[in-house]
């Protein structure tokens, strides 16, 4: 269902604008081409590639996930609980049904969904060996343009706490060369606490600093890039730090760090 | 109704009449006028003291200018803070006059100048004060640029309720009708910038008092700052949180704005003048702050319209100004927002835009403020641009030019993070990555051409590293040679050349590197290496003179390492060559010139090499035979060269060896007949004696000094010490005290017994002899205490010293010659002005602390040698390299691990080929190893 709806402006450049329609109704397979199939249910079978798929009229279709863009299945009963646990800090009772989620919706998003509910219940058990073996379940089974910042940031975190530093860094300068702006930004800021950690100062600055400069486009990431640039611009006693805190302040004045930021 | 065209012209002339109306415009200037202008400029830069000297003169030769001069005596009072003694000065002059105001005036710019707003006020208050009903016309002008002058300088310090004030006594003024409404646009700007600080009623006045002055510019034309009218009515509605009201001016007022916008285009004047942009940018962000309203209430229809809309004028501005302020943007903005909506939901198709002409567009202004030098708003530019439009093509070159301005700039931190990014991302990306490294190596040209040296050798190093396979790598490696040859960094430029010969065999630079890697290592004295990279040289060079000079330099440095069979070989190569086919080899009279030079050469040291050959023995005999042909066929050919006397003297020894005794007294004949006055014909014996030791002939050579000492009378005190010192160089240390001794009994004069003494003190350190070392260098002291030998004296006396003390059991002279050990170092010091002497004085320190059983002092020294030395000197790298030398095993003894392993770091870093490089890295593994074991920390992942 699509809605044109504008050309306003009587020049020759116009946008176009068309709501998705949110409602669900059945089982649906939204095929790369833009097809749309309804379903009564829907299974994926890893082993081959497909999705085992029982269209409305009862008759079970198979179709290459290749051809697949998405599935659209019900949120399974038990997710919802699970989220909660672990949003209330209860990672041992959100564990348990989480795996089971994942078993039971293979190839169906919602068993990343779960991969990643399940990653953070690990990272809150200070796990990060196994977290990261989930988040690598997960980066295998989502195309990277797919997997959002805070994904990316939960498993650099979590090779953070497993002290798999190499594996880090190699990850980080593998994003910084070749991920999405957005993706990179991120890996940058996380390659400068790295580098701050170790004492690197002038090494975590730079990367910050970049971040600051050069990816003012990446908005989510500029208040905390701005602020610890400033940081240390301030060790430096570079007068610049002033400059950034004022640009964080009057860019993002509902952002935590600009809050953070007054006295410097 | 007016022509399109006809409004622009009216918005031109409004501008350039403005302009120049402006106070301190450039007056037609006397030759006093410049002379005062400079006067207020040498004021400026704190020189009053001169300007009162030029006042000064300039009075005495214009004594009818007293007013005109006085203007500047004011400046200069008050910049002495004499403020009081300025207005003294003033008030002895007519107060009504405009040459009195102009002083008045120019003691309250001075005053501002000196930061003192207050009184700078009070003097232009004052003066305004004098004209209630505004200014008499005989100084209306001179009143208008005040007063304007006034008014800027209050709004540049924030005082804006005071501009606004000063722009009132501009009206006052009565300023001609188009200045006064560019007057009241400024006007009502400054009441919106006003009111907006303020709230309640008076904000409201100074909203009331815009939209006034905002009317009164309307009624009277359409031009640019009518433009700027709607633009400044719209922010008022917006500003009163009247949405609908802000979107509603524009949208009434566009089309005029359209005619406007039209009249530009159609008179060619770039469209970045054009209110529309700005217009149309606000239209933009209104409605897209509706349609955010809208989705919060839910009102998604509603929603998309305004969405839409807002889309549509941000894409305009991006397109169609795309050099306008407003472009970025409005293009970032509108880019965010189709982010923001796919976020929620909703499918965004956005035309396709080439992206192209507006980056063009925009970067014309950056690039116009770096040719202009104007650096810092060169990168304000760039970053705009480089943020909206990142990664596109062309953002490469942009973001080399922004390094270049942080170069310029000095700031290196944020020329390293433009730096980083053009190496870490869009050098790991295959369409950028040629651009990326290319951008790069503009950067350190540009470093090359401000003497940067430590950003270019930065940046040279990171493009070595990060771009190893860009085409223009070997000539880069060959140019930074170039540069560390020109400082006799050899050891550096060989690192360098070396690159270039072994991976870039077919870069053009390649044989001029092979070239260039031969001569360094001849200047190293590496012979070795030099005979390896001449052999390939030679191999690929094609025939020419070149080929004739590297022959003969291969065969030089196989004569250095003793190869004598080899380099004959190609001394006979070279001589068959230029003699057999010289056309080969040269084809200009020049080049015949240099290689019958190097022919000459040639033949003389093949001679040469074959009377040195000691092997097999049974051929040596031979060999001298062939010598003494070689030397025969060398004179024949070369009678009046400068070496001949040097080959008479050694083939009449050769022919003595030979027992050809009448050839050895025809050669010796000819000699003194030939070349009277040469060294081998004045000083025969000690020449013959010199010969035979270079032949290796010790013993026969050690005879015929011998014969110099049996009859002393006959040779004097100047050929004793030239013997000593041919004795000292072959290491024949003492026959070379016993010539040094016996010229030093001739009473030689003042200047040869400092050299006696110093070679004495030389020739006994080498035999172990510290107290004869100590009596020859004390008494060379006593006899000049700041002679040329000083400082090396200095070095030997010290070590003497040192190891006397060393060898002193009992701990009270042990102290004594300790003591002489440094203060001798310490007066030599005061003559050390050569950074390498320096060096090598605290290196020596470091040896007499050793030798005192303090090495802990001595690990202080050698350190401070290797974290503070200047690498790039090419006379004390020797010296760091000896300290390196020197500590390493110290600090290993002592488990110094770390510092062990930051020397290592640090040696392989500076000396990429230095003669330890192998034992460094041994150096460091050792070290890692031991931390690893003690359980240290690991190094950073």
């Known amino acids: 269902m699509k809605k044109t709806i504008l050309s306003g402006w009587p020049l020759a450049l116009s946008t176009v604008l068309a709501m998705a329609a949110p ?52 949120k399974p009963a038990a997710l919802a609980a699970a989220q909660a646990n672990v949003a209330a800090g209860k990672y041992d009772a959100a564990i348990g049904p989480l795996g089971a989620i994942i078993t039971e919706n293979v190839g169906l998003e919602w068993d990343n969904t779960a991969r990643d509910l399940l990653g953070q219940a690990y990272l809150g058990k200070r796990d990060g060996k196994k977290a990261v073996s989930i988040y690598k379940e997960y980066l295998e089974n989502v195309p990277a343009e797919k997997v959002s910042l805070d994904i990316r940031r939960r498993y650099w975190d979590a090779l953070k706490i497993a002290e798999m530093f190499p594996t880090l860094k190699n990850d980080l300068e593998k994003v910084i060369k070749e991920g999405s702006r957005p993706m990179a930004a991120l890996a940058q800021m996380m390659r400068g606490e790295m580098y701050a950690a170790q004492g690197q100062k002038n090494e975590a600055l730079l990367d910050f600093l970049r971040t600051a400069l050069l990816y003012e486009d990446v908005k989510p990431i500029q208040p905390e890039a701005l602020f610890k640039a400033a940081q240390r611009l301030d060790e430096l006693r570079d007068p610049r730090a002033a400059e950034l805190r004022k640009k964080l302040a009057q860019d993002y004045p509902n952002s935590p760090y600009a809050k953070n930021a007054g006295g410097g | 109704m007016r022509r399109a065209g006809s409004i622009w012209v009216v918005g031109v002339a409004t501008v350039l009449l403005f302009i120049g109306a402006l106070p301190g415009r450039a007056q037609s200037e006397d030759a006093l006028q410049r002379e005062l202008n400079f006067c207020s400029a040498l004021v400026k830069w704190r020189f009053s003291d001169y300007a009162t000297r030029l006042v000064d003169n300039l009075e005495k030769n214009n004594p009818s200018e007293k007013g005109r001069l006085a203007r500047v005596r004011v400046e200069i009072l008050t910049s002495q803070g004499k403020a009081d003694e300025a207005r003294a000065l003033i008030k002895t002059f007519p107060p009504d006059s405009t040459a009195t105001y102009g002083m008045l005036l120019a003691l309250g710019d001075s005053l501002y100048g000196m930061g003192k707003l207050n009184e700078a006020k009070a003097v232009y208050r004052g003066f305004f004060a004098n004209f209630e009903k505004g200014p008499p016309p005989e100084i209306a002008k001179f009143y208008q640029e005040s007063a304007y002058k006034y008014s800027q300088m209050m709004a540049m310090t924030g005082n804006d309720k005071e501009a606004l004030l000063a722009y009132e006594f501009v009206l006052l003024s009565k300023p001609e009708p188009d200045v006064e409404r560019r007057l009241q646009i400024e ?17 409201d006045d100074y909203f009331a008092r815009a939209k006034k002055l905002c009317e009164l510019v309307q009624w009277k034309g359409l031009d640019l700052w009518f433009g700027q009218s709607v633009v400044i009515l719209a922010h008022i509605e917006q500003l009163k949180g009247n949405r609908k009201g802000a979107m509603d001016t524009i949208t009434t007022y566009l089309p005029m704005l359209k005619e406007l916008d039209d009249a530009l285009k159609a008179e060619n004047y770039p469209l970045k003048l054009s209110p529309m942009a700005q217009c149309r940018y606000i239209l933009g962000t209104l409605y897209e702050d509706e349609a955010r309203a809208l989705i919060v209430e839910e009102k998604k229809d509603e929603a998309v319209k305004a969405f839409g809309q807002a889309l549509n004028h941000l894409y305009n501005v991006f397109v169609k100004y795309p050099d306008s302020t407003w472009a970025p943007d409005a293009g970032a903005r509108a880019e965010r927002m189709a982010t923001d909506l796919k976020d929620m939901g909703f499918k965004v198709k956005l035309p396709e835009i080439n992206l192209a002409p507006v980056i063009e567009a925009q970067l014309k202004e950056a690039r116009l403020l770096f040719s202009q030098q104007d650096f810092k708003a060169a990168c304000a530019k760039y970053l705009t641009v480089l943020n909206v439009f990142p990664e596109q093509p062309g953002s490469v070159q942009s973001l080399g030019e922004l390094g270049q301005c942080y170069l310029n700039l000095q700031d290196k931190l944020f020329m390293r993070v433009v730096v980083q990014e053009l190496s870490d991302r869009y050098g790991a990306r295959a369409n950028f990555r040629d651009d990326a490294g290319t951008a790069l190596v503009r950067l350190a040209r540009a470093a090359e051409e401000i003497n940067d040296n430590e950003s270019l050798a930065f940046l040279n190093q990171l493009f070595f590293e990060k771009f190893s396979d860009h085409k223009q790598v070997p000539s880069m490696l060959y140019q930074s040679g170039e540069r560390q040859l020109e400082k006799e960094n050899y050891d550096l430029a060989v690192s360098y050349y070396s690159q270039v010969a072994q991976d870039y065999t077919n870069a053009s630079v390649y044989l001029a590197s092979l070239n260039r890697l031969s001569l360094c290592y001849t200047k190293r004295g590496d012979w070795s290496n030099a005979v390896d990279v001449l052999t390939r040289y030679t191999a690929e060079l094609p025939f020419g003179p070149q080929l004739a000079s590297a022959r003969f330099r291969l065969a030089d440095a196989n004569r250095q390492v003793d190869r004598l069979i080899p380099a004959i070989n190609e001394y006979f190569k070279l001589i068959k060559g230029l003699t057999e086919e010289e056309a080969k080899y040269a084809s200009t009279p020049d080049e015949k010139a240099a290689n019958r030079k190097l022919l000459e050469q040639a033949m003389f040291w093949k001679a040469y090499c074959y009377s040195r050959l000691r092997e097999p023995a049974d051929k040596v005999s031979s060999h001298q035979a062939q010598a003494a042909e070689d030397y025969a066929a060398f004179l024949k050919m070369f009678p009046k060269s400068e070496l001949s006397p040097s080959a008479l003297s050694s083939r009449g ?32 014996v000690f020449a013959r004696g010199t010969s035979l030791l270079e032949m290796g002939q010790k013993d026969q050579a050690a005879k015929v000094f011998e014969e110099m000492f049996a009859s002393p009378g006959k040779f004097g005190a100047p050929q004793f010490y030239q013997a000593g010192r041919v004795m000292l160089e072959q290491n024949e240390n003492g026959i070379a005290i016993r010539a040094f001794e016996q010229a030093l009994r001739g009473k030689p004069e003042k200047a040869l017994e400092e050299a006696l003494r110093y070679y004495l003190g030389m020739a006994y350190s080498a035999n172990g002899d510290t107290r004869n070392v100590i009596r020859h260098l004390e008494a060379l002291k006593a006899l000049n205490a ?35 050990a440094i203060r001798v170092m310490n007066q030599a010091s005061r003559l050390m002005t050569k950074p390498e002497e320096r060096a090598r004085r605290d290196f020596e320190l470091a040896g007499i602390q050793i030798l005192k059983g303090d090495p802990e002092s001595a690990i202080a020294s050698h350190q401070r040698l290797v974290l503070l030395s200047d690498y790039g000197n090419a006379k004390v790298r020797p010296v760091i390299e000896q300290a390196f030398e020197a500590v390493m095993p110290l600090l290993l003894e002592r488990d110094m691990n770390q510092d062990l392993m930051d020397n290592a770091t640090l040696y392989l870093q500076q000396f990429p080929n230095g003669r330890l490089m192998v034992q460094a890295r041994q150096w460091r593994e050792k070290a890692q190893q031991k931390m690893a074991m003690a359980g240290a920390a690991p190094v950073a992942p």
């Open chain 1, 23 to 74: 409602e669900l109704r059945a089982d649906r397979v939204i095929m790369k081409s833009g097809q749309v199939f309804e379903a009564k249910s829907i299974r994926f079978k890893p082993s081959a590639q497909e999705y085992s798929v029982v269209t409305l009229d009862n008759i079970t279709t198979p179709i290459p996930a290749k051809n697949v863009e998405k599935v659209e299945v019900p």
């Open chain 2, 187 to 203: 006007m009502a700007e400054l009441c919106l910038k006003v009111g907006r600080q303020e709230s309640g009623k008076v904000r």
């Open chain 2, 653 to 684: 020894v050769l022919l003595l060896i030979l027992n050809r005794n009448a050839e050895a007294a025809e050669c010796y004949d000819r000699l003194s007949r030939e070349f009277p006055q040469s060294e081998q014909a004045r000083n025969a």
């Open chain 2, 786 to 820: 700041s002679s040329g030998f000083t400082v090396e004296a200095g070095f030997l006396l010290s070590k003497a010293y040192a190891t006397m003390g060393k060898q002193e059991t009992a701990e009270e002279p042990r102290l004594k010659m300790f003591n002489s």
